[in-house]
């Protein structure tokens, strides 16, 4: 078999352990919330940015045994929509748009999300850096800021 069709195996403790750390969790709020524990996501907010930093591990890749652009994209995406609920509330996304510049193979990813334009629809970008610190994807969304529902006790008597 060529490298490219060899089976490749997942270590299963690392991937077990991954799984057993989110569902240990009693949260589910920004920053920590299932699918941040299970992928280990790094949150922090630097100056106006969000960063979500995570350690690449074999269960993330894709059968090419590289990491998997889904994954890629989540963070980015996360980068992004947690920057907005810091900064105006939660938002959803409307459309973003993922432009892949390099395969990863391990190491720890860095995804900055920062804002390009702000008011009741978002414009937001966002890119992700290899251990190296090179550029290997970048994002851009759009977002819209959700209603806030309103308090206990708040409207008709």
Known sequence: MSESTTPRRVDQA???????RAAAGTREVFGDFFLARLLGLEVSYPGEACEVA???????????????GGILATALDIAMGHLINRHAGPGTTLEM?????????????VCRGEALRRGGTWFL??????ATGALVAFATSTWKLLKRPAPPGAGAP
């Open 97 to 109: 748009k993922i432009q892949y510049l390099a395969p990863v193979r391990g190491g720890r990813v």
């Open 125 to 130: 970008r966002a890119e992700a850096r290899d």
């Open 14 to 20: 690392q991937a077990r352990a991954a799984f057993e």
């Open 54 to 68: 995570f350690d690449v591990a074999d269960f993330m890749f894709n059968p090419q045994g590289t990491l998997h």
